[in-house]
């Protein structure tokens, strides 16, 4: 966030000088004017913090670790020595990346993408060098550390469900966990074989990238025969599965706090599930609508086109099913669910936008522009982030015992939602004028001075936006040691976490793990006085039905008659995981 906002400063006021810039930068910032070369490291290091360390570990690492045992009725993962592992592989590609920051030649630059030629060539630019080893190092911990922890997440899953939890009977949050953490597993694998052909023609003279290369002061080089149109290749075969790795956890937490405050059932429970299942598939085979301008053949991109258009389809369907789970519902409007609505606004007109990135007449014209920015930080980064701020105050007293500030849940709410439109929507207009996106100073083209303003604008807007997260960081420590004492189920909600003691205790549950009755979302039942019905409440007037499976996390428990699935579907699902 500090990063994004330095180089907001220079986007504003280019020719202004900033004292304090040199006091913090240094030699990048003599006289309190932005170096270029560390202004692209800026923009490279904050977009690869944002995408892979904030919004793939904070939502699929943080909240999988917290809630795929707790939901399921497990004591812990399937494997706490993996969970450490990851833990620490994390730990260190952070460290890794940071430090980059702080080289003599400066952060790696070229984008969070980082092309080649420079990302391949040591002597390409100053954030070539050391800064890009660096970022290769950090991204190859950080895949490993991804790979760990997704075949923990999928092994519990499959594993660790206590008794009477069948696989519809999941809270939407573990699907959601579940195809994440499928879709890492398949994908990350292909980044990393990117970083290491990269690494090759770093250090050991190949050419999977490079081929007829003239360097300044150096001349022409002898690589030849390779491709730069590889990397982005092998980078987007990851990169757009990412954009969902990222979104589905985001939008299965939003399933949760919704339902749960809007005290309904989720709409279309069987459709939401396959429409994930639907954005997994078709994720791996959408990426080649970010190489349209590569000189790829018309009919190729003709497929890649009708393929985007067409995952346009589950996606709409989840954000149809969000609407008229809202509709007619007895709203509680806290702030996790203002930050789940605010989810669902930027999650439909960022994604709008996408239709128009899909078609590849129209992408050759906005590619590199402002409407790439501001349609990805809108469907991706603020709706991402916005399911993060709605699972932080919703599960905030299962973490820490306590409640956060509502007044100051509302503040970061409003703030941040007015602000993050402020930001990112004059970027389409920007875009369509034709403004590209990573230039440095734009008073040096004279078209570009129209938006000097609307620059200014947006730069103002941040500041207040970034000012209200200070809102969040007081409202989450204060309350961790002096915050009012929560109750064992705060906000009326059917899941199983909400069953174990409101002190956290190690294995979850002091004694049996509770038997799971139902789904969990049965709120406002006609035949119950109160509008929820916990998973683990028996139904004293219906039948005992049950999963068959004993679990690894409760031994102790009985094997119960085998029982129907409640529908073709997830029997079908079972069959194909062998959990039959």
């Given at each position: 966030?500090?990063?994004?906002?330095?180089?907001?400063?220079?986007?504003?006021?280019?020719?202004?000088?900033?004292?304090?810039?040199?006091?913090?930068?240094?030699?990048?910032?003599?006289?309190?004017?932005?170096?270029?070369?560390?202004?692209?490291?800026?923009?490279?290091?904050?977009?690869?913090?944002?995408?892979?360390?904030?919004?793939?570990?904070?939502?699929?690492?943080?909240?999988?670790?917290?809630?795929?045992?707790?939901?399921?009725?497990?004591?812990?993962?399937?494997?706490?020595?993996?969970?450490?592992?990851?833990?620490?592989?994390?730990?260190?590609?952070?460290?890794?990346?940071?430090?980059?920051?702080?080289?003599?030649?400066?952060?790696?630059?070229?984008?969070?993408?980082?092309?080649?030629?420079?990302?391949?060539?040591?002597?390409?630019?100053?954030?070539?060098?050391?800064?890009?080893?660096?970022?290769?190092?950090?991204?190859?911990?950080?895949?490993?550390?991804?790979?760990?922890?997704?075949?923990?997440?999928?092994?519990?899953?499959?594993?660790?469900?206590?008794?009477?939890?069948?696989?519809?009977?999941?809270?939407?949050?573990?699907?959601?966990?579940?195809?994440?953490?499928?879709?890492?597993?398949?994908?990350?694998?292909?980044?990393?074989?990117?970083?290491?052909?990269?690494?090759?023609?770093?250090?050991?003279?190949?050419?999977?990238?490079?081929?007829?290369?003239?360097?300044?002061?150096?001349?022409?080089?002898?690589?030849?025969?390779?491709?730069?149109?590889?990397?982005?290749?092998?980078?987007?075969?990851?990169?757009?599965?990412?954009?969902?790795?990222?979104?589905?956890?985001?939008?299965?937490?939003?399933?949760?706090?919704?339902?749960?405050?809007?005290?309904?059932?989720?709409?279309?429970?069987?459709?939401?599930?396959?429409?994930?299942?639907?954005?997994?598939?078709?994720?791996?085979?959408?990426?080649?609508?970010?190489?349209?301008?590569?000189?790829?053949?018309?009919?190729?991109?003709?497929?890649?086109?009708?393929?985007?258009?067409?995952?346009?389809?589950?996606?709409?369907?989840?954000?149809?099913?969000?609407?008229?789970?809202?509709?007619?519902?007895?709203?509680?409007?806290?702030?996790?669910?203002?930050?789940?609505?605010?989810?669902?606004?930027?999650?439909?007109?960022?994604?709008?936008?996408?239709?128009?990135?899909?078609?590849?007449?129209?992408?050759?014209?906005?590619?590199?522009?402002?409407?790439?920015?501001?349609?990805?930080?809108?469907?991706?980064?603020?709706?991402?982030?916005?399911?993060?701020?709605?699972?932080?105050?919703?599960?905030?007293?299962?973490?820490?015992?306590?409640?956060?500030?509502?007044?100051?849940?509302?503040?970061?709410?409003?703030?941040?939602?007015?602000?993050?439109?402020?930001?990112?929507?004059?970027?389409?207009?920007?875009?369509?004028?034709?403004?590209?996106?990573?230039?440095?100073?734009?008073?040096?083209?004279?078209?570009?001075?129209?938006?000097?303003?609307?620059?200014?604008?947006?730069?103002?807007?941040?500041?207040?936006?970034?000012?209200?997260?200070?809102?969040?960081?007081?409202?989450?420590?204060?309350?961790?040691?002096?915050?009012?004492?929560?109750?064992?189920?705060?906000?009326?909600?059917?899941?199983?976490?909400?069953?174990?003691?409101?002190?956290?205790?190690?294995?979850?549950?002091?004694?049996?793990?509770?038997?799971?009755?139902?789904?969990?979302?049965?709120?406002?039942?006609?035949?119950?006085?109160?509008?929820?019905?916990?998973?683990?409440?028996?139904?004293?007037?219906?039948?005992?039905?049950?999963?068959?499976?004993?679990?690894?996390?409760?031994?102790?428990?009985?094997?119960?008659?085998?029982?129907?699935?409640?529908?073709?579907?997830?029997?079908?699902?079972?069959?194909v995981f062998g959990l039959s």
């Amino acid at each position: 966030l500090i990063m994004s906002l330095i180089f907001r400063l220079q986007l504003a006021w280019p020719d202004e000088q900033f004292g304090f810039l040199e006091t913090l930068l240094g030699k990048w910032a003599v006289d309190g004017k932005l170096d270029p070369n560390f202004y692209m490291g800026l923009v490279t290091i904050h977009g690869t913090i944002m995408v892979f360390y904030v919004l793939t570990a904070g939502l699929s690492g943080t909240f999988s670790n917290l809630l795929i045992p707790l939901q399921l009725g497990a004591r812990d993962m399937a494997s706490p020595f993996m969970n450490m592992l990851s833990y620490w592989f994390f730990f260190l590609s952070s460290v890794t990346l940071l430090s980059s920051v702080f080289v003599e030649t400066g952060p790696a630059s070229g984008g969070w993408t980082v092309y080649p030629p420079l990302s391949a060539l040591e002597k390409a630019m100053p954030g070539s060098g050391l800064g890009m080893t660096l970022w290769l190092a950090a991204i190859a911990l950080f895949i490993i550390s991804s790979l760990l922890g997704g075949i923990n997440y999928i092994s519990t899953v499959l594993n660790m469900r206590t008794k009477g939890m069948s696989m519809n009977r999941m809270p939407l949050t573990i699907w959601a966990f579940f195809f994440t953490a499928i879709l890492g597993l398949l994908s990350f694998p292909v980044l990393l074989g990117a970083a290491i052909f990269l690494i090759f023609d770093r250090s050991f003279g190949t050419s999977f990238y490079l081929s007829d290369i003239y360097l300044e002061g150096v001349g022409a080089l002898e690589n030849i025969g390779g491709s730069p149109v590889l990397y982005q290749h092998l980078f987007w075969f990851l990169g757009h599965p990412e954009v969902y790795i990222i979104l589905m956890p985001a939008l299965g937490i939003t399933s949760e706090v919704i339902s749960t405050n809007a005290r309904k059932p989720i709409f279309g429970y069987t459709a939401m599930v396959i429409s994930l299942m639907g954005i997994s598939f078709l994720s791996f085979i959408v990426w080649g609508h970010h190489m349209f301008i590569t000189g790829m053949n018309p009919f190729l991109g003709s497929v890649f086109m009708i393929l985007t258009l067409i995952i346009a389809v589950p996606s709409a369907v989840k954000a149809f099913n969000y609407l008229t789970t809202l509709w007619k519902g007895n709203l509680r409007f806290n702030p996790a669910m203002l930050f789940s609505i605010g989810l669902v606004s930027f999650f439909i007109s960022g994604g709008l936008t996408g239709i128009y990135l899909g078609n590849a007449a129209l992408d050759i014209q906005l590619h590199d522009s402002y409407f790439v920015v501001a349609h990805f930080h809108l469907v991706m980064g603020s709706a991402a982030i916005f399911g993060m701020f709605a699972g932080i105050y919703h599960w905030y007293p299962k973490m820490f015992g306590r409640m956060m500030n509502k007044t100051l849940g509302y503040f970061h709410f409003w703030i941040t939602f007015i602000t993050a439109y402020l930001v990112f929507f004059p970027m389409h207009f920007m875009g369509l004028a034709g403004v590209p996106r990573r230039y440095y100073q734009f008073t040096l083209v004279e078209d570009f001075n129209v938006w000097m303003d609307v620059n200014k604008l947006m730069t103002v807007a941040a500041i207040i936006g970034g000012g209200a997260q200070l809102l969040f960081l007081y409202n989450f420590f204060y309350n961790i040691f002096k915050g009012k004492k929560a109750t064992q189920n705060p906000w009326q909600s059917n899941t199983l976490e909400w069953s174990t003691p409101v002190e956290r205790i190690h294995g979850n549950w002091p004694g049996e793990i509770p038997t799971v009755y139902r789904g969990p979302y049965e709120y406002s039942r006609p035949d119950r006085e109160e509008d929820f019905f916990p998973q683990y409440e028996p139904d004293e007037s219906a039948p005992e039905v049950l999963h068959t499976e004993e679990t690894k996390s409760a031994p102790d428990t009985k094997k119960v008659e085998e029982v129907e699935e409640g529908s073709v579907f997830f029997a079908a699902i079972k069959r194909v995981f062998g959990l039959s």
